[in-house]
Nanobody, 115 residues
Framework: QVLLVESGGGLVQAGGSLRLSCTASGTIFSFNAMCWYRQAPGKQRELVAR?????STNYADSVKGRFTISRDKNTVYLQMNSLKSEDTAVYYCNAGGSRFLREFWGQGTQVTVSS
């Protein structure tokens, strides 16, 4: 059974930094892509950043220049700098690939940025 477990969320002041981690277990295969999504109260879940197994990255316009996604095998990180109150959300890890029948989601980790 594939599991994704996130860590690293918390409360931080505006302008501060946090680093999220997501580690996958239960598979020997590499995910083609690993992503971070977020969902703020009353809003739809949105893609924050994506990284492929080849290292290609994509970012939401709202986080470009502030967030950096990276990965080491099936662990993905999200370095978040210059945090703003609008970054407050539950952050979810997502992973998938051609060797898997479906995508996988973590349980989410809360990030709260106080202004």
């Amino acid at each position: 059974q594939v599991l994704l477990v996130e860590s690293g969320g918390g409360l931080v002041q505006a302008g501060g930094s946090l680093r999220l981690s997501c580690t996958a277990s239960g598979t020997i295969f590499s995910f083609n892509a690993m992503c971070w999504y977020r969902q703020a109260p009353g809003k739809q879940r949105e893609l924050v950043a994506r990284i492929t197994d080849g290292g290609s990255t994509n970012y939401a316009d709202s986080v470009k220049g502030r967030f950096t996604i990276s990965r080491d095998k099936n662990t993905v990180y999200l370095q978040m700098n210059s945090l703003k109150s609008e970054d407050t959300a539950v952050y979810y890890c997502n992973a998938g690939g051609s060797r898997f029948l479906r995508e996988f989601w973590g349980q989410g980790t809360q990030v709260t940025v106080s202004s």
